[in-house]
């Protein structure tokens, strides 16, 4: 089949999105399928890099188009990125050749209406894989007001594409209930996360000792945040316990990743004076298992409002190098069923978002416990989520899928 990719970002890119997709096009490619990729020029947390306009890469054909750069700094900044990028992608698309399969994501939000009208009009499948639920998170996220005009215009867009889907993929099954309530056919939605990079997500000895040397973190307890820095993922909780342990040298607060939040984590350290709280940037994909093993305990961070709408996949890769972590977020939640099936250990916990000071005994219980990331300590229910089961099943899904509608189609 020749199966056409859309969303900002692909490979090189290190944000989540990008990889996945970059893994889901390679095991495309290794099947025999024909895979287009149209994405955008401009790195995702640095809108002035940029990488080349086109190139064929593990047999992939990757057109980047251009579009502004005014980065995250101001909601208009970020809808205007939006906007330039997606009129360029809806003017790229008229040059395409007609694909068998149209697969979209969902950055930027509503790109997925694109490939569906695109789809429409060339009369090819379309299949959405929902990596979040939107207008439904702007409102969630106080961006956008419930029932005005501009939200009523991208949810008939984020309807029409739902009911143009030929399938769609849900992240967990709180997003699957979320797409069924809109009316949705439950035999249209499968239920597959987001996989875990299995030569890059594992347990690395070596390579916590490296990290940790390399930034000054010997004999330090880290306490660490790891991926998109967003409002979704409120840090307000986190950073509070920072305060609460301002006097104790002992412990490191280290934000790995970007997004629009980590400025504002940088800012409040900055004003409380808070030289334990550090932040890197996202790191390369060969150096991530050090990077996720460096940390004595990982904190998972999810708003209360958006359970179904985001999916905080990163527990996944924290499972996988055996981390101890914390919660905090809503009790009910696709995180809270995954901590039911792990086996009673004090090496994780919950907390609800406010909680500063159980955040504190809880960093104050590990660190005396002295339990850094251990191989195979999660690893039955990690195993759940490697990239060998998962995209495995996704592409035998997508293909399978795809068949069968160009076989209704014949007839």
Request: positive net charge.
């Amino acid at each position: 089949m020749k199966i056409l990719l859309l969303n900002q970002t692909f490979y090189p890119d290190v944000v989540s999105t990008a990889q996945h997709l970059a893994d889901l096009a390679q095991e495309l490619t290794r099947r025999g399928h024909e895979v287009s990729v149209i994405t955008s020029r401009r790195a995702y947390d640095n809108p002035h890099k940029r990488y080349p306009s086109s190139e064929i890469w593990r047999g992939i054909r990757i057109q980047r188009i251009g579009s502004t750069g005014f980065g995250k700094s101001a909601k208009w900044r970020r809808a205007v990125d939006f906007a330039s990028f997606i009129l360029a992608c809806s003017t790229r698309l008229l040059t395409q050749r007609r694909p068998d399969l149209v697969v979209a994501l969902t950055s930027p939000p509503l790109i997925s209406f694109i490939g569906a009208l695109y789809a429409m009009v060339r009369r090819c499948r379309f299949f959405y894989w929902v990596m979040d639920l939107n207008p439904d998170e702007a409102v969630a996220a106080g961006w956008l007001r419930k029932g005005s005009t501009a939200e009523g215009v991208l949810d008939w867009m984020s309807r029409f594409s739902l009911n143009r889907a030929r399938g769609i993929i849900a992240l967990d099954q709180f997003m699957a209930q979320r797409i069924r309530i809109k009316g949705i056919d439950p035999e249209r939605i499968v239920v597959i996360p987001p996989w875990t990079h299995d030569s890059a997500a594992r347990f690395d000895g070596v390579g916590r000792e490296a990290f940790r040397r390399a930034h000054g973190l010997k004999d330090k307890f880290v306490i660490m945040y790891s991926g998109n820095h967003s409002p979704c993922h409120p840090l307000d909780t986190l950073m509070d316990a920072a305060v609460l342990l301002r006097n104790d040298p002992r412990f490191v607060f280290l934000f790995v990743g970007g997004g629009s939040e980590q400025k504002r984590v940088k800012l409040f350290a900055a004003e409380q004076g808070l030289p334990q709280v550090r932040c890197l940037p996202y790191q390369p994909l060969e150096h991530l298992a050090g990077s996720l093993c460096a940390a004595d305990l990982h904190v998972v961070v999810m708003g209360d409002p958006f359970v179904g709408i985001i999916h905080p996949c990163k527990i996944y890769n924290i499972l996988a190098v055996g981390a101890p972590f914390l919660y905090i977020g809503p009790a009910q939640s696709h995180i809270s069923d995954l901590m039911r099936e792990l086996p009673v250990s004090p090496l994780y916990s919950r907390v609800g978002h406010g909680q500063a000071d159980r955040v504190v005994d809880f960093i104050r219980q590990l660190e005396k416990r002295k339990e850094p990331p251990k191989s195979g300590r999660f690893e039955e229910v990690a195993g759940r989520f490697s990239q060998e089961r998962l995209l495995t099943r996704q592409v035998d899904w997508l293909s399978r899928m795809g068949e069968r509608e160009a076989v209704s189609a014949k007839r």
